[in-house]
């Protein structure tokens, strides 16, 4: 009759209310609340890219190719279902005013699309049909995003040129439904009919373009088996094949990546709650010592008082996690409203239950591992020791100790689970756990420093470090709690300041400005003339030009290329089409990790410098050979250098470069890279318009502004959730300031009756809190600087750079944060009469 008798005391206690709770239910609402929320709004947006799935792709199957389709590729394609017809391909846009910017134009046959509806609208936002794309004589028809029509000062009617073909804008291009499916895009579009893109000459072999035909399949027929039989059909034809469940991996991944990161830091607020609930837990039993001693001395024993309690703790745990379940349920719901349309990927919001339980079940194994230690010192702390109001019981290998490392072990086990990469999260929990060590290890130094300095101080200052090295000191229990907030947010912020820093500072200065493609590999010394005409001087460390052709790795050793023998993050190396080069002789930039380049004029067996990271994944090596198929030959080349290729450098960005003489004879394309500025770049557009209008002209300087951009949205969130660790950590503070509220009381009091002034006594305290927050922020930083750097180094490999206004700014919030914690408690314990407080038991 144990547990019954200890549910009728429990239930009995719990009348009195949850007002020691208040902390403990914050602390566990909040992680509980950040997780619900990042779960249910990616599987809001993972059910969205679902039931738009067909319109996404724009029919059942995708199929691509950088080529024309083979007339037995058409025929195989018809007898899967309906067909649609599309092209596409960079080129150079010019207005009337001889504005001109790189777009992305495409064209579609008259079945387009199969799913979905394209969106026009004229100059009044009228809806327009997509006849208006497939009018009859005259210059070709064109719709234009809103953005190209600014940019080149075009009106509806206006007629403008994309290469060397003439268009007329008939409508503002707004949406189409497969735009999702297609991936990154380094212009503005231009959509219009096929036939104007073949005639235009944007198809030539030679030129870089895709095509792509949607398909709509039969009724009854499954994706799966289509696919499976279009392969089978066409034996060793180079094409991507994509069906509905598979319409835009890119944002599928990376909707999974960002809620495991959401989730993780809400994880992490769990974590540093986990303290207030310690913290909680603790004071709520400070205040039943009394209770428990008369219970034991009336014969209860151990585990029926700590039953007792552990029922009003699980109860008020499973109002926390309600609290954050609701709160987490209803996070998508209100960023809709926020939102409105303006959201990029499709969602369906709902109450998802998969979530939400995911979430429940963190936040009540997170409170268990938390509560369980206090409740074991009560159970083990003795009569006469709770007769003098202090649970002095130690936390030996109990029932309730290995149940808390069970839950740990729960937490660490799921988060591992449930995450996208395991290493990764491995890496992570350890990096949190250690953090959480290191900055406790620093508590507890800071207190042991202060005991030792006290006597070296007077007054109030030495008062405030007394306080420090006290037995409820917190530095012990809340600066853990807030440094790991600061940790977090610190680390994001770090982040985020090295990656833009590259952006604006470096990239612009190490980087090239343009980028030019499509150059015609027979008059390469005639375009160098036009860009020097704008340019200036074409010194080495300003313009560089290089031959250009795309291929692929069939063989490695001899071997047909086996992507399971080789590591996932190098597979795109030999999945797909890659740019080469040949270059005679080493250039500028080369990065040579291993081996040596070709002496100029080399005309021996073919070689090839490999990137590092690639060799690395196929784990290949020096004297390796690798068959490359460029331009419909096969070469067996020989790995003479391992090479590093930065890609945001100034140098030969090739993942594969051969001698020349391997492709000697063979029709290449050129690319060049130059750096320029604003003026020079107007310049050089216009100028190429009229003798290369074929060349495409990339300005990596609008690519940085738009990769800024869409990093500052993403950054909005992770900071978001970051700054709720960084809450629970205050969280903890003041649940520390309000368990020690009565002894504050009483020492406020007898300060007072010793003649302590009113500005000596918040001083004391102002010191105490100021310290804690100034050890927790700096701890704090510390340990972000140091996670923050190899995710920017090493992940991003970007330039390292510290944002110092940040990092103080964070700082003094920290510092600021806690001062204005222990003023609050300070003037919370004057405001009381000395008398009645220290009448009181």
């Not at 102002?766 to 804690?772: D, F, K, P, T």
Request: proline content about 5%; charged content about 15%; aromatic content about 6%.
């Amino acid at each position: 009759m144990g547990w019954p008798l200890s549910l009728r005391f429990a239930a009995r206690e719990m009348r009195a209310g949850v007002r020691g709770f208040r902390i403990f239910l914050a602390c566990l609402a909040l992680g509980v609340a950040a997780i619900a929320a990042a779960g249910s709004t990616a599987e809001a947006f993972r059910r969205g890219l679902a039931s738009e799935a067909r319109d996404i792709l724009g029919g059942d199957l995708a199929v691509t190719a950088r080529r024309a389709f083979t007339p037995r590729e058409r025929v195989v394609f018809a007898s899967a279902g309906r067909l649609a017809y599309s092209a596409a391909a960079d080129a150079m846009a010019e207005g009337p005013a001889g504005q001109r910017t790189l777009v992305e134009l495409r064209g579609v046959d008259r079945q387009y699309p199969l799913a979905g509806a394209v969106e026009l609208k004229d100059a009044a936002g009228r809806p327009l049909p997509m006849s208006v794309l497939h009018a009859g004589p005259g210059l070709a028809p064109a719709a234009a995003e809103q953005a190209l029509m600014d940019k080149l000062g075009l009106q509806l009617g206006d007629s403008f040129m994309v290469g060397n073909a003439a268009f007329i804008a008939r409508a503002v291009l707004v949406a189409e439904p497969d735009r999702m499916s297609r991936g990154f895009s380094l212009g503005p579009r231009v959509l219009t009919n096929l036939p104007a893109v073949e005639a235009g000459g944007f198809l030539q072999r030679r030129a870089r373009f895709s095509s792509a035909v949607r398909i709509a399949l039969r009724p009854g027929v499954q994706p799966k088996a289509a696919a499976a039989a279009i392969r089978k059909g066409l034996p060793g034809a180079r094409l991507r094949i994509r069906d509905r469940n598979d319409a835009a991996p890119g944002v599928r991944d990376l909707i999974d990546r960002l809620e495991y990161f959401l989730g993780f830091i809400g994880l992490s607020s769990l974590l540093a709650g986990g303290l207030g609930v310690v913290g909680a837990v603790s004071a709520y039993l400070d205040t039943k010592t009394g209770s428990i001693a008369v219970l034991k001395a009336l014969g209860a024993d151990g585990a029926m008082t700590r039953n007792i309690y552990l029922i009003q703790v699980a109860m008020l745990a499973l109002l926390g996690v309600a609290i954050g379940l609701a709160i987490g349920a209803a996070a998508p719901f209100l960023l809709a409203y926020l939102a409105g349309d303006s959201l990029p990927v499709p969602a369906l919001f709902a109450v998802y239950p998969k979530p939400l339980l995911q979430a429940g079940l963190f936040g009540a194994l997170s409170a268990a591992a938390f509560s369980l230690g206090p409740l074991a010192r009560a159970r083990t702390t003795s009569p006469a020791s709770l007769f003098r109001r202090t649970l002095a019981g130690r936390m030996s290998l109990g029932p309730e100790v290995v149940v808390a490392l069970l839950c740990a072990c729960g937490l660490a086990a799921i988060a591992v689970l449930t995450a996208p990469s395991a290493l990764v999260a491995v890496i992570m929990i350890a990096g949190v756990a250690g953090a959480f060590m290191v900055l406790w290890l620093m508590g507890a130094g800071a207190a042991s420093a202060a005991g030792r300095l006290r006597g070296l101080l007077h007054g109030p200052a030495r008062l405030g470090l007394a306080n420090l090295a006290g037995p409820r000191s917190a530095a012990r229990t809340a600066s853990p709690a807030i440094g790991l907030g600061v940790a977090l947010l610190s680390a994001v912020v770090l982040i985020q300041s090295s990656l833009l820093a590259q952006i604006r500072e470096v990239a612009p200065r190490t980087a090239p400005s343009l980028v030019f493609t499509e150059i015609p590999y027979g008059d390469a010394a005639g375009f160098d003339q036009e860009v020097a005409a704008s340019l200036g001087d074409l010194s080495p460390d300003r313009y560089l030009r290089m031959p250009m052709a795309s291929g692929r790795v069939v063989r490695l050793n001899g071997w047909p290329v086996d992507m399971s023998k080789i590591d996932r993050g190098a597979r795109w190396a030999f999945d797909n089409d890659l740019t080469f080069s040949v270059i005679d002789g080493e250039p500028a930039g080369a990065g040579i990790t291993q081996g040596r380049w070709w002496p100029q004029g080399y005309r021996g067996e073919p070689l090839v410098a490999m990137s590092e990271e690639a060799a690395v994944g196929a784990r290949l090596k020096l004297g390796d050979r690798i068959t490359l198929s460029v331009l419909g030959r096969e070469i067996d080349a020989r790995i003479a250098v391992l090479r590093e290729v930065n890609f945001g450098g100034f140098g030969p960005g090739f993942n594969f470069i051969l001698n020349q003489h391997a492709l000697e004879g063979a029709a290449l394309r050129s690319i060049a890279i130059a750096k320029a500025d604003r003026a020079q770049e107007d310049a050089v557009l216009r100028r190429l318009g009229g003798s290369f209008p074929d060349v495409n002209v990339i300005s990596v300087r609008e690519q940085l502004e738009s990769a800024t951009a869409l990093f500052d949205k993403l950054s909005l969130a992770v900071r978001g959730a970051a700054g709720i660790a960084a809450l629970a950590g205050l969280l903890v503070l003041v649940g520390a300031i309000a368990a020690g509220a009565q002894a504050r009381a009483r020492e406020a009091a007898v300060l007072k009756v010793l003649g302590a002034s009113r500005a000596q006594v918040l001083t004391a305290y102002g010191v105490e809190y100021g310290a804690v927050g100034l050890i927790a922020g700096v701890t704090g930083v510390g340990l972000g600087l140091l996670a923050a750097w190899p995710v920017v180094v090493r992940v991003f490999r970007a330039d390292w750079s510290v944002d110092w206004a940040g990092v103080a700014a964070l700082v003094a919030g920290a510092a600021g944060a806690a001062l204005l914690g222990g003023v609050a408690a300070a003037l919370q314990a004057l405001s009381k009469r000395p008398q009645p407080v220290l009448r009181a038991e």
